[in-house]
């Protein structure tokens, strides 16, 4: 059974960078079946997709954070990776992470890590 | 960007009503839309995909319907485990966006 987990600091100084990692177990990253997205949702509020990479290198970014956002992946270690760079408190959010189930031109995203508290604070 | 609005936003409901949420999309979506579920402090867990493909191990009082820009959840008979946030989700462009969410709570 697939499981994915988020890891990185709960407390990011404003205008510093956010690094955060997921753990991908029960699943090989580089498979090519699947591709693997972050998502981030602040307290009390919706979900926003921050960005996609697919196992063959290429990445989708939404462009409300395209500027600062930087996806990657190390198959060799089963993670990929999130940073954003010259954070606000508007980035303090719960941050997931997911395996997105793409067949054909019908997509899913499943399942979601159990997500990760970031407060932007000084 | 594609918008998604859900209405109602909040609906409040009894063990064994059937409810029905609904997704309109700013331009059409085909059926590229999944539908999750959210409990409190909870991830999301994907219900519906493709717009009426039911995900495996999710229970068959929910059903998912529509395609181009209307779209609708619908709960047959209403559990004690299903008041939560539904949320619906576009993919057929970049970005990819959600729904603001509709509360589901017990009247």
């Known amino acids: 059974q697939v499981q994915l987990q988020e890891s990185g600091p709960g407390l990011v100084k404003p205008s510093q960078t956010l690094s955060l990692t997921c753990s991908v177990s029960?699943?090989?990253?580089?498979?090519?079946?699947?591709?693997w997205s972050w998502m981030r949702q602040p307290a009390g509020k919706g979900l926003e997709w921050i960005g996609r990479?697919?196992?063959?290198?290429?990445?989708n970014y939404n462009p409300s954070l395209e500027s600062r956002a930087t996806i990657s992946v190390d198959a060799s270690k089963n993670q990929f990776y999130l940073m954003l760079n010259s954070v606000t408190a508007a980035d303090t959010a719960v941050y997931y992470c997911?395996?997105?189930?793409?067949?054909?031109?019908?997509?899913?995203?499943?399942?979601w890590g159990q997500g990760t508290l970031v407060t932007v604070s000084s | 960007d594609i918008q998604l609005t859900q209405s109602p936003s909040l609906l409040s409901a009894s063990v064994g009503d059937r409810v029905t949420i609904t997704c309109r999309a700013s331009?059409?979506?085909?059926?590229?839309l999944a539908w999750y579920q959210q409990k409190p402090g909870k991830a999301p867990k994907v219900l519906i995909y493709?717009?009426?493909t039911l995900q495996s191990g999710v229970p068959s009082r929910f059903s998912g319907s529509g395609s181009g820009t209307e779209f609708a959840l619908t709960i047959s008979s209403l559990q004690p485990e299903d008041f939560a946030t539904y949320y619906c989700?576009?993919?057929?462009?970049?970005?990819?966006?959600f729904g603001q969410g509709t509360r589901l709570e017990i009247k």
């Open positions: 997911t395996r997105d189930v793409v067949r054909g031109v019908v997509a899913w995203f499943d399942p």
């Open positions: 029960g699943d090989s990253i580089s498979s090519g079946r699947y591709c």
């Open positions: 990479i697919f196992t063959g290198g290429s990445i």
């Open positions: 331009q059409g979506i085909y059926s590229y």
């Open positions: 493709a717009a009426s």
């Open positions: 989700q576009q993919l057929n462009a970049y970005p990819i966006t």
